[in-house]
């Protein structure tokens, strides 16, 4: 089974809008941390917002917002008035905490997203 | 301050060839991670290091991949012979501590590798 989902594989949005990117994940590990990256057409990996399993409130970075939903599962990225430099494909991961050793994060399959004029 | 680094930025090669790619971890880090991203199957991670030890190596695909770190400031991904499929772009990333679900991860530039 998949760790992460990630149901948009492609998503059109006018400039100024709102975009919200689906997330799901699956884990038995009662402590986890959730993480957006955003890759732009160069390629470089950027991180964008941290959520962690036991916080009682929703992540926010400036204009990116985390609606962490623990019993569905669930961590939506939240883009508010969208810009034409957010175009990129965005990655929902994962890192799980069980085991005591440093795991690496699982990454969904990504969500591209174009901002149109 | 400098990130992780990662070298070649580009590497093209003929199928047989050893590839060998290169990555300098952020100072003071102690984990450090190889992933592989392909167009098929997304960002896979092949190996991670914690204190210069290899902790897990499951998603390294074949005995071909292999993957080293002689010290806490250099690790290197080795594929021999290479082959067409392994065409991918490798990413190194690196994070604080382990064990830390928190910490985030910091990923070089990667390496854009083509086998031809």
């Known amino acids: 089974a998949q760790k992460i989902t990630q149901t948009q594989p492609g998503m059109f949005v006018q400039e100024k809008e709102a975009v919200t990117l689906d997330c799901t994940y699956d884990t038995s590990d009662p402590s986890y941390g959730l993480f957006w990256y955003k890759q732009p057409s160069s390629g470089e990996m950027i991180f964008l917002i941290y959520?962690?399993?036991?916080?009682?409130q929703n992540a926010t970075e400036g204009r990116y917002s985390l609606n962490f939903q623990k019993a569905r599962k669930s961590a939506n990225l939240v883009i508010s008035a969208s810009q034409l430099g957010d175009s990129a494909m965005y990655f929902c991961a994962m890192r799980e905490r069980s085991g005591g050793g440093a795991d690496g994060l699982t990454f969904g399959k990504g969500t591209h997203l174009i901002i149109q004029p | 301050d400098a990130g992780v680094i990662q070298s070649p930025r580009h590497e093209v090669t003929e199928m047989g060839q050893e590839v060998t790619l290169r990555c300098k971890p952020i100072?003071?880090?102690?984990?450090l991670f190889w992933y592989r991203q392909t167009m098929m199957r997304g960002l896979e991670l092949l190996i991670y290091?914690?204190?210069?030890?290899?902790?897990?190596d499951s998603g390294m695909p074949e005995d071909r991949f292999s993957a080293k770190m002689p010290n806490a400031s250099f690790s290197t991904l080795k594929i021999q012979p290479s082959e067409p499929r392994d065409s991918a772009v490798y990413f190194c990333?690196?994070?604080?501590?382990?064990?830390?679900?928190?910490?985030?991860?910091?990923f070089g530039s990667g390496t854009q590798l083509s086998v031809l």
């Open positions: 990333a690196s994070s604080p501590r382990a064990g830390g679900g928190g910490e985030k991860l910091f």
């Open positions: 290091f914690n204190n210069n030890v290899p902790i897990d």
């Open positions: 100072s003071g880090h102690n984990s």
């Open positions: 959520q962690g399993s036991y916080d009682q």
